[in-house]
């Protein structure tokens, strides 16, 4: 079970009134060395959507081993470039976004700053359509897809890019190179199946999680080792990214790679619990206050309907940590406007009371709240405003 400093959390925070949440900053920079470690020297590209804060993101960036964003869309990635937070911003999913385009088109320092992800050539038509045929050089990044198909008919991990064979990525690179307009820079490959899957626990399942992982590991560094050199024959590249927090060790172990993207483990949400090859301190976290004493051994929460995006699981719930001991209600779950809570610590809850939660994943969080409370020990250091408190909404 999660531990988390509570008492120093109500401490810091006692002034204000609940919903709040908190970003630990000693936690959050522990992480930060910790990502660094794992990555054994290969710079860490910042996936921005996993922190969806300005100022947490300059923070990590002014640490050693970390360089570049990893954007999760063309607007961001100008605003945040505008903003003076990077001028090494690759956006992670493609875009059709026609006035985000004419803006990277018109603003010379964006398009030296900013790369665009491609998996085809309707993507480059895409873009002469926004903006013109004519238009200036736009840096693009080709995405190889890295799932594992062990079978006929058979894909794990997630549904990302077309191009999964090393031809395909070299051909597709020639039709980017033979386009006016588009310099081809880099490569992506994010192995979701092996990232963004927690390997976790003793059970049949865990056991299979691990094997999958292992075979697609060994699958994926032969693949994609042949992709990128297939496609170096074609363009000069700059850069090729690949892994996410959870796949740090074997991501970089792949000689092709040249940087690893990772976001989440700066922040520790729940579903890194499960994890067997780190343990991220949980860094962020939110409180709800007490409303309602439906019964003896139920409290209820105001909101916290603050469920994460994937499969409906209840590992997609936030998570309620303290006081220790408290549940969700299975028949009820997280609501929007109440969240019961049970347990034996729910009976020495009184109206007023905080009861802290973590979030499933990392920067939907941010969604919810304009600002995060960065404290130290029993101390608020400062708010920082969120993308949310800043007006700024990216889905």
């Known amino acids: ?42 710079p860490i590209r910042i996936a921005s959507k996993s922190v969806r804060c300005r100022e947490l993101l300059e923070r990590a960036l002014a640490m050693p081993g970390f360089g570049g964003l990893l954007c999760y869309s063309l607007p961001e990635a100008l605003w945040l470039h505008h903003c003076g937070v990077s001028d090494d911003l690759v956006v992670a999913y493609p875009t059709v976004d026609h006035a985000a385009l004419r803006t990277l088109a018109t603003d010379d320092a964006a398009r030296a700053a900013v790369t665009i992800m491609v998996d085809s050539t309707e993507h480059l038509d895409a873009i002469d359509a926004a903006i013109g045929p004519a238009h200036p050089e736009i840096r693009v990044a080709l995405e190889l897809d890295v799932s594992w198909r062990p079978a006929p008919g058979l894909h794990i991990g997630t549904r990302r890019s077309p191009v999964f064979r090393p031809r395909a990525a070299q051909a597709l690179a020639s039709r980017v190179a033979e386009r006016r307009g588009f310099r081809l820079v880099g490569m992506m490959a994010y192995e979701g199946q092996i990232a963004g899957v927690p390997d976790g626990g003793r059970g049949l399942e865990a056991r299979m999680v691990r094997w999958i992982q292992r075979r697609s590991a060994a699958e ?54 499960s994890y067997t090859r780190f343990t991220p301190q949980p860094a962020a976290l939110f409180a709800l206050p007490v409303v309602r004493r439906p019964t003896r051994d139920i409290a ?96």
């Open 1 to 42: 079970m999660t531990t988390v400093n509570a008492a120093a959390y109500d401490a810091a925070t006692q002034a204000l009134d609940p919903p709040l949440a908190v970003v630990d900053l000693d936690a959050f920079d522990a992480n930060a060395r910790d990502l660094v470690r794992r990555a054994r020297g290969l």
């Open 220 to 273: 994926l560094a032969r693949r994609r080792g042949a992709a990128v050199a297939a496609v170096r024959r074609v363009a000069d590249l700059e850069f090729v990214n690949g892994g996410g927090t959870g796949s740090i060790e074997s991501t970089g172990d792949d000689p092709s790679v040249t940087e690893i993207a990772a976001g989440s483990g700066l922040l520790g949400p729940g579903l890194f619990d």
């Open 300 to 395: 209820t929460v105001f909101a916290g309907g603050y469920v994460a995006s994937g499969p409906p699981k209840p590992s997609r719930l936030p998570a309620p940590v303290a006081p220790a001991g408290l549940a969700l209600l299975g028949v009820e779950g997280a609501g929007e406007v109440q969240t019961p809570v049970t347990g034996a610590a729910a009976r020495d809850l009184a109206l007023g009371d905080r009861v802290w939660f973590r979030h499933a994943k990392a920067g939907e969080l941010a969604e919810h709240f304009p600002e995060y409370q960065l404290v130290r020990g029993s101390r608020i250091d400062h708010p920082a405003p969120t993308y949310r408190g800043e007006a700024k909404s990216f889905g």
